[in-house]
Nanobody
Framework: QVQLVESGGGLVQAGGSLRLSCASS????????MGWYRQGPGKSRELVAT???????KYGDAVKGRAAISRDNAKDTVNLLMTSLKPEDTAVYYC?????????WGQGTQVTVSS
């Protein structure tokens, strides 16, 4: 089992930035990867960014160039910084962790970008 606790999010103006953090109950070194996905109104869940145990990073096409994911091994936390936010970035952002072939999800945090 992996518990994920998310923080950050809220209401942001277009063009602004935000930082999301996700803390894992298990050591990052026991996980295959951690990252963030999002689900906007009426949309399916999509990749925002992930970082693997080996440090490989993937970004979703919609956020490339505007997102940066990093990890704090000492705190078993991944952080997501997003800049140049757009109204279409409005979504519930979910932290994800992969452990022994199983996906674990946080409860989600709402991000609303106002125009």
């Amino acid at each position: 089992q992996v518990q994920l606790v998310e923080s950050g999010g809220g209401l942001v103006q277009a063009g602004g930035s935000l930082r999301l953090s996700c803390a894992s109950s298990r050591s990052f070194f026991s996980l295959n990867a951690m990252g963030w996905y999002r689900q906007g109104p009426g949309k399916s869940r999509e990749l925002v960014a992930t970082i693997s145990l080996g440090g490989r990073i993937k970004y979703g096409d919609a956020v490339k160039g505007r997102a940066a994911i990093s990890r704090d091994n000492a705190k078993d936390t991944v952080n997501l910084l997003m800049t140049s936010l757009k109204p279409e970035d409005t979504a519930v952002y979910y932290c994800n962790a992969q452990h022994l072939g199983v996906d674990y999800w946080g409860q989600g945090t709402q991000v609303t970008v106002s125009s």
